[in-house]
């Protein structure tokens, strides 16, 4: 199962790095590790996904820890428009995608 | 544009009616999904399809909670003799491949306030 666990909450000053964690304990070497976010009022958008390696894109980076039981987001540069509900979700059994609660990150200008 | 589409955006109802809400994933996307997401809560998974057929109904609350795609398309969520705790936020997600793999769109999502 790919169970998740975050903090409920974090802050971060407008332009400084986000790092937002996660625990995964019970992901299975085979699944991938996903972060989606939910801005206010609007579906959850796609930010990241990956396996094993860390991975990079326009919007964030993914640094998995090595024995894969966590992982961390990182928002290089936090703006405003980042404030959002920020999700680490995994597969649980045959079922996809499962969303817990989430990380509500404000950002302060 | 060519994202998800989902309709009504809000609907309002009475307890003890029936509602559809409908969904129209990206074309080519052989994958769609519903998730519900109640007022301050996380996403609770409820069904996915792979063309027509879905493999996992294990999330549907109840059997008053139901289902279909056609032509490996558009979905309907129909939820029968709806109760106020039935009031959420109705999400639906496709993906070209399943989502343990790739990337899920989701659409805006259909508001369901039962009085």
């Known amino acids: 199962d790919a169970k998740t666990t975050q903090p409920n909450s974090m802050e971060s000053n407008e332009e400084e790095p986000v790092h937002l964690p996660c625990n995964h304990s019970t992901i299975s070497g085979t699944d991938y590790i996903h972060w989606y976010r939910q801005l206010p009022s609007q579906g959850p958008e796609y930010v990241i996904h990956?396996?094993?390696s860390n991975v990079n894109n326009r919007m964030a980076s993914l640094a998995i820890a090595e024995d894969r039981k966590s992982s961390t987001l990182i928002l290089h540069r936090a703006t405003l428009r980042d404030a959002a509900v920020y999700y680490c979700?995994?597969?649980?059994?045959?079922?996809?995608?499962?969303f817990g609660k989430g990380t509500r990150l404000s950002v302060i200008a | 544009g060519a994202g998800v589409s989902q309709s009504p955006s809000n609907k309002v109802t009475e307890k003890g009616k029936d509602v559809e809400l409908r969904c129209d994933p990206i074309?080519?996307?052989?994958?769609l999904y519903w998730y519900r997401q109640s007022l301050g809560q996380g996403l609770e998974f409820l069904i996915y399809f792979q063309g027509n057929s879905a493999p996992d109904k294990s999330g549907l609350p109840s059997d008053r909670f139901s289902a279909e795609r056609t032509g490996g398309s558009v979905s309907t969520l129909t939820i029968q003799r709806t109760q106020q705790e039935d009031s959420a936020v109705y999400l639906c997600?496709?993906?070209?491949?399943?989502?343990?793999?790739?990337?899920?769109?989701f659409g805006e999502g259909s508001r369901l306030t039962v009085l």
């Open positions: 997600a496709s993906s070209l491949a399943p989502s343990y793999t790739g990337e899920l769109f």
């Open positions: 979700t995994g597969r649980v059994g045959n079922t996809p995608l499962v």
């Open positions: 990956g396996l094993t």
């Open positions: 074309s080519g996307h052989t994958a």
